[in-house]
């Protein structure tokens, strides 16, 4: 049985967390978490080359509220003049959810990063775990749990939250990763997923944990 920790306080501006897991799939080392509150171009990147888009070969999800399922890995952070919409994919009331992307890997996984908008106050709140899985999702690691970033209640806005690790990977032998995602403690409705970006540990000859060509609006 696991215990889920929720931040039941007010806006989060900035926040760093760290966390060291010896799991067989992830990095013996610390994992830090970078969360960011703002209009599109203030929080990106969202990267239109990253392993989510070059090397996929399924995704599931939770149908969502709004949108596809295909808005959540396609490089679109769907805003329009520097603000974000409802959104391509949100999981709106509709959480607790899950969202299953399987590899063409084996990769290192160098980088990970969420982002969440939308053209009201209440559905940018990020609250996630985050799994890796080296045999196609047959059984899963857990890689981090407690992602958790409360956005502002201003319209347009959105937040990103991203990992990375001191090694510069943040697991290894990974070919599927899943995301369990929460209503946040203190948030009105689930996150409006605009974006998940996963990048490969440098030197492993794929899209690496560097901004790609950033893409905002449609």
Known sequence: MTTRNRITNGLMVAVVAMACFALATSANAAITQTDAIGFPSAIGP???????????????ATTPQYGSVAGLND???????DKFGY?????????????VFVL?????????????GSADGVRKSQ?????????????WDVLRM???????????EGTTITLTDTTGTLASN?????FDIFKAVGATYGPNIQEIDVFEATGGGGPAATPGTLIYGK
Do not use: H, M
């Open 75 to 81: 490089g679109n952070g769907d805003d329009s003049s």
């Open 104 to 116: 063409t890997g084996p990769f290192n996984i160098g980088e990970i990063r969420v982002t969440a």
């Open 87 to 99: 959104g391509e994919y949100s999981l709106g009331v509709n959480v607790p959810a899950t969202a």
């Open 46 to 60: 969202i990267a239109n080359d990253d392993l989510l888009q070059s090397s996929i070969t399924s995704v599931t």
């Open 146 to 156: 407690d992602n958790i970033l409360l956005g502002s209640a201003v319209n347009g």
């Open 174 to 178: 990974v070919n599927a990763i899943k």
């Open 127 to 139: 609250d996630w775990d985050v799994y890796t899985s080296s045999n196609g999702g047959s059984t």
